[in-house]
């Protein structure tokens, strides 16, 4: 089993930055695709960006392409997701995802694995 654990979330103003990191412990995650999802209130869970397990491949939203930058150190069985000019509407509950998969997936139910969550809150 793998647990996920998030962290770095907090509140921001618009333009501002936040480093979210993905802690996994239970067992290696050096060879899982990970990703990011959020999650807005009353809104339905949606992918932000995932990573390959060699790191090489990423994938992003576009709502999020070239403001947030996915990368991760297996040495540290880490993930972390830098996120710069943040938008209010980047508002939302980030969730980490893992799952020993071959390829990068954007659907929810590609991941077997789930963190609880850390919550980012962008002000205007």
């Known amino acids: 089993q793998v647990q996920l654990v998030e962290s770095g979330g907090g509140s921001v103003q618009a333009g501002g930055s936040l480093r979210l990191s993905c802690a996994a412990s239970?067992?290696?995650?050096?060879?899982?695709?990970t990703a990011w999802f959020r999650q807005a209130p009353g809104k339905e869970r949606e992918f932000v960006a995932a990573?390959?397990?060699?790191?090489?491949?990423?994938n992003y939203a576009d709502s999020v392409k070239g403001r947030f930058t996915i990368s991760r150190d297996n040495a540290k069985n880490t993930v972390f997701l830098q996120m710069n000019s943040l938008k209010p509407e980047d508002t939302a509950v980030y969730y980490c995802?893992?799952?020993?998969?071959?390829?990068?997936?954007?659907?929810?139910?590609?991941?077997?694995?789930w963190g609880r969550g850390t919550q980012v809150t962008v002000s205007s």
């Open positions: 239970g067992r290696t995650i050096s060879t899982y695709v």
């Open positions: 995802a893992a799952d020993r998969r071959l390829s990068i997936a954007t659907l929810t139910s590609a991941y077997d694995y």
């Open positions: 990573i390959s397990w060699t790191g090489v491949s990423t």
